[in-house]
């Protein structure tokens, strides 16, 4: 049986009072108000609120909201912050993501009819809390002036389901079904892992559940039959009034495909699009940056670590909310697109994404394990053999804190599951800045088989950084699909002396859920079948790797 550790309400802060919020249909959720100048003499006069939605505690130490509530007091905001529905002090069932348009639009309402609002809100926060904030800016509320999501996307955690007459999907990520069984389960915060050795995910849940005594509302809307939740009113979360938006995005976070997703949908929407203000980071999920020092690589934050982190976190909201709640200066003022160059100092700015002056460049693998310029002529297959009982494994023990751990991946190139390409040593530094893809002629001995391809930058000690990664999974395998996998977007420095690496498997685990051979549900596990995965280099479908080069020449 798991070892479960429950996690309940922390204290409340001292700094803040205490109040419960009416929704509309009469559910209360729970808040802390925190006004300047807290607890000594608390500011009640009418001013600027920053509303944090989350569901992770709203005074407990994982997210250290009252440390940010004070940083933004010290601003001169009043800051809401509230467990949302469900959620350790807040009533309500913990169902997962639905109830936030409305909740959000209530939470607003509700902060303007209060003596110490001026009727401006803002919202803040990371993941399930920039969620929030998408979801509160679909509600259509007029007092909402400004959000600042941050590694979140609206389309964040529901399980991938296949689109009919389409053979190929994403893979799956084991933590989609893992959240709604520990974060999303009832009231508290739950940590518990299963036995990943055991594969049979789904009967563990059952034993899960059994032995809490328990069922989760938010798993069985999703397993093992899933109710297509409705989580905006139109469908689409940029389908009404647009807020001004900053867009905070990882090079290293693994929910980057949710938040690149948004930015392509946003460019379909003319009214977001005009308010719609990027930055790009060299952080993962959890805001380890590439460039910490090696004293700031924990796991457990010390107060002054936090105190330390706050700056860059909230400091870029805080210029953006000056503009456009405080109405301090001019859009204009600020950049469309903030970004780093990861493995340098400082910050670039640029009028859209990809920068100006930026060039497609494409390398093809061959079958001598090579990355070159020029598309090999002569057309061969490579194959490996995909063993559910012995997959490629993940990494980093924890996909959301990818930079505190910054695994070498060069050893998974060593396995024989694993095909292998390498450019020549760069002559020069090269600067890759935006869309990354792979052309795969792909295809399995089994009927469902998944494709992964991860881009490394090798050191002349030998060492591997991932850059870049995609997947896809491809449905009636047995027939060769030629495949587009998305790499998402790198800004990063290549050094001169380095080599550019692809690698290409089927499997990373337990990141992902890994394949039977059979064609069951992963999630279910089963009987299981050796597969002979295949991909082709060389001639006119051949393996194919197409970067975004700013600066420099790839060999």
Not at 116 to 140: F, L
Not at 274 to 287: Q, Y
Not at 291 to 306: C, F, I, P
Request: hydrophobic share 40%.
């Amino acid at each position: 049986m798991p070892e479960i550790h429950r996690i309940e309400p922390a204290p409340e802060s001292e700094l803040a009072s205490s109040a419960r919020v009416r929704m509309r249909d009469g559910v209360l959720l729970a808040a802390d108000v925190y006004l300047p100048g807290a607890p000594q003499a608390p500011d009640a006069e009418p001013g600027d609120t920053i509303l944090i939605r989350l569901p992770y505690d709203k005074s407990g130490e994982y997210c250290f909201i009252p440390e940010i509530a004070a940083y933004f007091m010290a601003r001169g905001y009043r800051v809401v912050a509230q467990d949302v529905r469900g959620k350790f002090r807040s009533e309500g069932e913990a169902l997962l993501f639905v109830n936030e348009v409305d909740d959000g639009y209530d939470t607003i309402e509700w902060i303007i009819r209060q003596p110490w609002s001026n009727g401006r809100v803002a919202m803040w926060g990371d993941s399930y809390y920039g969620y929030t904030q998408w979801a509160a800016a679909a509600s259509g509320h007029p007092a909402l002036m400004a959000i600042a999501p941050r590694v979140t996307g609206t389309g964040l955690g529901e399980p991938i389901r296949r689109v009919a007459g389409k053979r190929t999907r994403d893979v799956e990520w084991a933590v989609t079904y893992m959240y709604p069984l520990t974060q999303f389960f009832d009231s508290d915060m739950i940590h518990w892992e299963p036995d990943w050795s055991r594969r049979d995910f789904a009967a563990q849940a059952e034993e899960f559940m059994a032995q809490v005594g328990s069922r989760g509302l938010s798993y069985d809307q999703w397993y093992p039959n899933p109710v297509l939740l409705s989580r905006f009113p139109a469908g689409d979360a940029f389908a009404g009034r647009s807020v001004p938006a900053l867009h905070t995005i990882g090079w290293w976070d693994n929910c980057a495909p949710l938040a690149w997703a948004d930015v392509d949908r946003i460019h379909r929407h003319p009214n977001w699009d005009a308010h719609h203000f990027l930055r790009l980071e060299s952080i993962d999920h959890e805001g380890f940056a590439l460039l910490d020092a090696e004293e700031d690589l924990v796991a457990e934050r010390s107060a002054e670590q936090v105190r330390d982190l706050l700056p860059r976190t909230l400091d870029p909201a805080l210029a953006f909310f000056e503009i456009f709640v405080r109405g301090n200066g001019a859009a204009s003022d600020v950049p469309r697109v903030a970004w780093n160059l990861a493995g340098t100092e400082g910050e670039r700015e640029s009028a859209c994404w990809p920068p100006e002056g930026t060039r497609s460049v494409t390398r093809w693998a061959t079958s001598e394990g090579t990355l070159v310029a020029d598309e090999p002529g002569e057309e061969a297959t490579l194959s490996w053999t995909h063993d559910p009982d012995d997959v490629v494994p993940s990494a980093a023990p924890d996909a959301f804190s990818y930079l505190l751990h910054r695994p070498d991946e060069a050893p998974l190139g060593d396995r024989d599951d694993v095909l292998r390409f390498d450019s020549p040593p760069l002559a020069g530094d090269v600067d890759l800045a935006g869309p990354a893809a792979a052309r795969v002629r792909f295809t399995s001995s089994g009927p469902t088989a998944d494709c992964f391809v991860r881009v490394l930058d090798v050191g002349p000690d030998g060492s591997a950084l991932r850059i870049a990664r995609g997947q896809l999974q491809l449905h009636g395998a047995t027939e060769p699909e030629t495949l587009r996998i998305d790499l998402g977007h790198i800004g990063y420095r290549l050094r001169a002396g380095h080599r550019l690496r692809v690698h290409v498997c089927s499997s990373d685990f337990p990141e992902f859920l890994p394949q039977t051979g059979t064609g069951a549900d992963p999630w279910t596990w089963g009987e299981t079948h050796r597969n002979t995965q295949s991909l082709v280099v060389g001639g006119p479908t051949g393996l194919a790797l197409t970067l975004t080069v700013l600066e420099g020449d790839l060999p």
